[in-house]
């Protein structure tokens, strides 16, 4: 008896040598602040067992046995969730499991910039090796069908800021983000615009901001290039603007605008055709969209480079000529 007595003691003892160990474990960083964060995947499908063997393989040291165990009797083995994740330094194997139950993913994020073209867009998102690329094989009417839009052509129709994404997202998740994101600072800006504005719909004033994206690098000359095209909107006066023209031009373009170019019809063309070209020209931001419905009250139908990142305006082509001698020739 007394010998069973001993054993049932050591069993005990040994339960509760084992169970502050594994407290501890549970409660302890996985790695020290000075180790880099490490970086694995949970395929879908995976229960805790087979998890603690994948995150174990990726170089994270956690015991797949005592993972399991841990996500067992904290009743969290089926609510792991399937993604790439990103392990910190001080990171315990209890944090790791409500990491994994959260579904915090490694973060990814990718700038589009104001005044891209489409192109230029598309081409960062197919470098981006954070991506799951699934448009690659689309033509630009394609993508824009695989995001749901109801829109067409795809210049103009995409937001430019910064998009966080979980790690092996698919790319068309970046595209509908940018897509919404633009639709709805679109039409916040259209819902407050002056009904007095020469435009037939949002998509004109989108049109318009894309110029506008164009024509200056100067946030607060924005309002006042606005207010000049509108004015040659309102009286049939062509917009004569060259970003409209290098656009329309494609490849065809070498960093130089002639004048043959300005004198070669294309839909883009804006001293050949009159109006708004058939597209936006670029992506605009959310400033361009701001000048463009609301643009500066003037009577100026000019503008002039003064050479120094600014521009001089004028109301007549007699002023006008006079600045562009002053400050061009």
């Given at each position: 008896?007394?010998?069973?007595?001993?054993?049932i003691?050591?069993?005990l003892?040994?339960?509760l040598?084992?169970?502050?160990?594994?407290?501890?474990?549970?409660?302890?960083?996985?790695?020290?602040?000075?180790?880099?964060p490490?970086?694995?995947?949970?395929?879908?499908?995976?229960g805790?067992?087979?998890a603690?063997?994948?995150?174990?393989?990726?170089?994270v040291?956690?015991?797949?046995l005592?993972?399991?165990?841990?996500?067992?009797?904290?009743n969290?083995?089926a609510?792991?969730k399937?993604?790439t994740?990103?392990?910190?330094?001080?990171?315990?194997?209890?944090?790791l499991?409500?990491?994994l139950?959260?579904?915090?993913?490694?973060?990814?994020q990718?700038?589009?910039?104001?005044?891209w073209?489409?192109?230029q867009?598309?081409?960062?998102?197919?470098?981006?090796?954070?991506?799951?690329?699934?448009?690659?094989?689309?033509?630009?009417?394609?993508?824009?069908?695989?995001?749901?839009?109801?829109y067409?052509?795809?210049?103009?129709?995409?937001f430019?800021?910064?998009?966080?994404?979980?790690?092996?997202?698919?790319?068309?998740?970046?595209?509908?983000?940018?897509?919404?994101m633009?639709?709805?600072?679109?039409n916040?800006?259209?819902?407050?615009?002056?009904?007095?504005?020469?435009?037939?719909?949002?998509?004109?004033?989108?049109?318009?901001?894309?110029?506008?994206?164009?024509?200056?690098?100067q946030?607060?000359?924005?309002?006042?290039?606005?207010?000049?095209?509108?004015?040659?909107?309102?009286?049939?006066m062509?917009?004569?603007t060259?970003?409209?023209?290098?656009?329309?031009?494609?490849a065809?373009?070498?960093?130089?605008?002639?004048?043959?170019?300005?004198e070669t019809?294309t839909?883009?063309?804006?001293?050949?055709?009159?109006?708004?070209?058939?597209?936006?020209?670029?992506?605009?931001?959310?400033?361009?969209?701001?000048?463009?419905?609301?643009p500066?009250?003037?009577?100026?139908?000019?503008?002039?480079?003064?050479?120094?990142?600014?521009?001089?305006f004028?109301?007549?082509?007699?002023?006008h000529?006079?600045?562009?001698?002053?400050?061009?020739?």
């Amino acid at each position: 008896m007394a010998f069973i007595k001993k054993i049932i003691t050591l069993l005990l003892l040994a339960g509760l040598a084992a169970g502050g160990y594994f407290m501890y474990w549970s409660q302890h960083p996985l790695i020290s602040d000075e180790v880099e964060p490490i970086e694995f995947s949970i395929v879908p499908g995976s229960g805790a067992h087979a998890a603690g063997q994948q995150i174990a393989e990726a170089g994270v040291p956690v015991q797949p046995l005592l993972f399991n165990l841990l996500a067992r009797v904290t009743n969290k083995s089926a609510r792991l969730k399937a993604g790439t994740y990103e392990l910190k330094p001080g990171t315990t194997p209890l944090g790791l499991l409500d990491q994994l139950v959260r579904g915090e993913f490694a973060q990814e994020q990718l700038t589009i910039i104001e005044g891209w073209t489409f192109r230029q867009m598309r081409a960062a998102i197919a470098a981006h090796q954070g991506l799951k690329h699934d448009s690659v094989a689309l033509s630009d009417k394609e993508l824009m069908r695989a995001i749901g839009s109801e829109y067409v052509q795809a210049e103009g129709m995409f937001f430019p800021d910064t998009y966080l994404f979980a790690k092996g997202s698919s790319d068309l998740h970046i595209y509908r983000q940018a897509h919404a994101m633009l639709l709805t600072r679109l039409n916040d800006a259209w819902s407050k615009r002056d009904p007095a504005l020469p435009y037939k719909s949002p998509y004109e004033a989108l049109v318009m901001a894309s110029i506008v994206e164009k024509e200056t690098g100067q946030k607060s000359e924005r309002s006042m290039i606005a207010g000049v095209f509108v004015n040659r909107l309102k009286i049939g006066m062509m917009l004569q603007t060259d970003p409209t023209v290098i656009y329309g031009m494609g490849a065809k373009y070498d960093g130089k605008i002639h004048k043959s170019d300005l004198e070669t019809d294309t839909p883009y063309n804006t001293y050949t055709r009159n109006g708004l070209p058939p597209t936006p020209i670029a992506l605009p931001g959310v400033q361009s969209l701001a000048a463009a419905l609301a643009p500066a009250r003037t009577a100026a139908l000019y503008f002039v480079s003064k050479g120094n990142g600014t521009s001089q305006f004028s109301d007549n082509l007699t002023d006008h000529n006079r600045a562009v001698n002053k400050f061009q020739r």
